[in-house]
């Protein structure tokens, strides 16, 4: 008998490859076929000349290797080892931004002209000119050699492959650090490496004549042409859709994912990515295929369309709002921890806003609690003296003592505002619906456990000293940030409540319940939804501007601001059923307000 799976939910529903449909026309080259086509574009009389600009992960070697099979006429050339900076180089430019810590860095503003030789660019350019036959030039930061290429080609990866890559050796780019804690490997993509490889895939958006999606082996690479890609992120600028769920255990995780959405065999998941734009993928199908791109790239290609106006204009294109999921369910308490408040973000990591967020309780145990806010009795200095005793291998720290801890039910909705001390316990099953920044979590106390890889989780006693609203007590916490639901809006078969977040956080959250059809409208600005009750439900288009998109229990789904009104409503074994969905939008965006 399930122990977790809500009525009338079956184990496994939960899409974990969602794909948007393209249209018949597209061509598509598969492996050996992605290959050929390339080579076929110098192959012939003349010379001709192909830019395949990378971004940083990216297996070069197996790259090469496919080339040179297809190829052997042809020039192959490593732009990075042909006129990249001297290693050293390049560590003394970003030495500032990596910092000493084995998480934080400071955001680096770098462009990735600022890691090559200009003259040893020229020298390339001299060489492709010089080059009897055709010329392929290929690694992160091809397009930069100074010629007319007469084929662009970008191959792209997303970052949660790159971060799979690193688990499994992989160094950073051109660093000789494959053995490197992992977390120093994610700060160095976090905050250089993966922010200039976006701002130059940004200026190739308009340039490339084929996308080759590089998240998976080289011999089965696949290849589209440029319209493919241009058309493909067009389609889901104006439509609901998926990005792609990964997952990923950890020293607290539970269960509850296991069992209801079936994935994996770890031995618990702790983490579901299931809205993260910056590190997640879109899948699109065309024909029989699968192509896979950054989702990343949606954001930087639409960011209007899909963010708004107001929303574009206040963030520019990122995406302002994360969901992920945070398991519990027979594991262990989160680590206690606080998030930095905006004004310390930016003036200490370079970060333009902050990691604020809040707990939406998608299942819960009897026994669970969130611990939040500061108890009356609770004396900064005494606690400040326990928590450094406990992270020097002293007495472990007494968390009741300090930090109130309040009865977590299901659908209860918990508002974390940066500075808040908190963290979720044991036996819960969390949607964190908060701002996407999303490793400045300063932990204070982690229970006295080790990470997977056996070395203890990092501790940030300073800068959680630094953010602690100290003023945040029991009062606070169950007036202001426990369960603050308040009926907003009903019609025929729905009611509408506020459930959050904070009047100091930037991110508003609606629950509907229904039984029929719930009019929504995006207002102008990007909603993210969530089915936190039922087992299916369907969003349509009143005018028909969309196909029907079928959501299922649990999932989370992007309705781009362009959309405009839409409509949710049961569908196939949700109905008959009384189901929820909880909605985020940008506060104050709304083109309506």
């Known amino acids: ?82 006129a990249a900076l001297p290693n050293q180089a390049i560590e003394e430019r970003i030495a ?38 055709s010329v392929v030039v290929y690694g992160w930061g091809a397009t ?7 084929t662009v080609v970008l191959a792209d990866l997303a970052r949660w492959e790159i971060q799979r890559r690193q688990r499994a050796g992989a160094p950073n780019w ?98 579901c990515f299931d809205c993260v734009p910056e590190e997640n993928s879109l899948l699109f199908r065309i024909g029989e295929t699968v192509v896979e791109l950054p989702a990343l790239d949606l954001v930087l290609r639409h960011p209007r369309e899909l963010l708004g106006r107001k929303t574009y204009a206040r963030f520019g294109a990122e995406f302002p709002i994360r969901f992920d999921f945070l398991d519990t369910m027979a594991g ?29 309780l998608l299942d819960a145990k009897d026994d669970a609690v ?13 606690m400040q003296t326990a928590l450094r005793t406990a992270a020097s291998g002293g007495a472990p720290f007494a968390a009741e003592e300090f930090v109130n801890t309040f ?20 036996d819960s099953m969390v949607l964190e619906i908060s701002a996407t920044p999303y490793i400045f979590t300063f932990k204070m106390w982690d229970w006295g456990r080790v990470g997977l890889d056996g070395i203890p989780r990092p501790v940030h006693l300073d800068h959680a000293f630094a953010n602690i609203q100290w003023d945040r007590r029991t009062d606070f916490a169950r007036d202001e940030l426990v369960d603050q639901v308040t009926e907003v809006a009903r019609g025929d078969g729905w009611v509408e409540e506020r459930t959050g977040l904070h009047e100091l956080e930037f991110i508003e959250v609606r629950r509907h319940w229904f039984e029929g059809v719930v009019p929504h409208d995006t207002d102008g600005t990007v909603n993210v939804l969530n089915l936190v009750d039922g087992a299916e439900a369907v969003v349509e288009s009143p005018d028909g501007a969309f196909d029907p998109f079928v959501v299922h229990y649990a999932e989370t789904f992007i309705v ?11 569908w196939g074994r949700g109905e008959g059923q009384r189901l929820g969905t909880v909605k985020a939008s940008v506060r104050g965006t709304g083109l309506s307000d």
């Open 1 to 82: 008998m399930s122990t977790f799976l809500p009525p009338g939910v079956s184990a496994g529903q939960y899409d974990k490859a969602p794909t948007i449909d393209l249209p018949p026309g597209h061509p598509v080259w598969v492996g050996k076929a992605a290959w050929e086509h390339l080579a076929s574009l110098v192959a012939g009389p003349g010379a001709r000349t192909l830019a395949v600009d990378t971004y940083p992960g990216s297996d070069l070697e197996g790259l090469r290797r496919e080339l040179a099979a297809v190829a052997p006429d042809a020039v192959l050339i490593d732009v990075e080892d042909a």
């Open 96 to 133: 500032a931004n990596l910092t000493d810590d084995r998480v934080f860095g400071v955001l680096g503003h770098q462009v990735l002209a600022d890691f090559y030789d200009a003259e040893r660019l020229g020298a390339v350019a001299d060489r492709i000119r010089g080059a009897e036959g």
């Open 144 to 150: 930069l050699v100074p010629v007319e290429f007469d």
């Open 174 to 271: 051109r660093a000789d650090n494959a053995d490197e804690d992992q977390l120093r490997k994610v700060k160095r993509g976090y905050f250089v490496e993966w922010r200039v490889a976006d701002r130059h895939k940004r200026t190739l958006f308009d340039r490339i004549d084929l996308l080759l999606d590089a998240n998976g082996s080289m011999v089965d690479a696949k290849l589209v042409e440029g319209r493919t890609f241009t058309q493909g992120l067009e389609t889901a600028s104006r439509r609901p859709f998926r990005v792609v769920p990964f997952f990923d255990p950890g020293v607290w995780g539970g269960q509850w994912m296991k069992e209801v959405l079936e994935v994996g065999d770890a031995d618990n998941y702790a983490w």
């Open 332 to 360: 262990g308490n989160l680590s206690l921890q606080v998030h930095p408040l905006t004004d310390y973000m930016q003036n200490v990591f370079g970060m333009p806003y902050t990691q604020d967020e809040s707990y939406y």
């Open 370 to 382: 969130v611990y939040l806010g500061l108890r009356d009795d609770a004396d900064p200095e005494a």
């Open 407 to 426: 009865p977590a039910a299901k659908h209860d909705h918990f508002l974390i505002p940066a500075g808040t001390v908190h963290c979720s316990g044991a």
């Open 560 to 570: 781009p601001a362009s959309v405009g009104r839409y409509t949710i409503r049961p």
